[in-house]
């Protein structure tokens, strides 16, 4: 069993930032890749960027590159989403999930945090 408790939303104004973090418990957590999603209001959830554990690697959506950054803390089993230059269509409650991934991408979610909200003012 995996815990996941994200922190760190809020409201900014566009063009700032903000850093989210999700804490992760569980004696397996560090066998899965740890993901950050979105979900704006009326719409899906989105992927957003993943990160791995073990090599710190990292991927990205296309509408948040260049702007968001993906880290690891593996002594605080905690994974943090540097968010920069944030645009008012960033807006959403945002969500850590643990799952399986790989280079074809995000393939399953095993485990969700609560979620953080996210709002970005123009």
């Known amino acids: 069993q995996v815990q996941l408790v994200e922190s760190g939303g809020g409201l900014v104004q566009a063009g700032g930032s903000l850093r989210l973090s999700c804490a992760a418990s569980?004696?397996?957590?560090?066998?899965?890749?740890m993901g950050w999603f979105r979900q704006a209001p009326g719409k899906e959830r989105e992927f957003v960027a993943a990160?791995?554990?073990?090599?710190?690697?990292?991927y990205y959506a296309d509408s948040v590159k260049g702007r968001f950054t993906a880290s690891r803390d593996n002594a605080k089993n905690t994974v943090y989403l540097q968010m920069n230059s944030l645009k008012p269509e960033d807006t959403a409650v945002y969500y850590c999930?643990?799952?399986?991934?790989?280079?074809?991408?995000?393939?399953?979610?095993?485990?969700w945090g609560q979620g953080t909200q996210v709002t970005v003012s123009s």
């Open positions: 569980g004696r397996t957590v560090s066998t899965y890749a």
């Open positions: 999930a643990a799952g399986l991934a790989g280079v074809g991408g995000w393939y399953r979610s095993d485990y």
């Open positions: 990160i791995w554990w073990s090599v710190g690697s990292t």
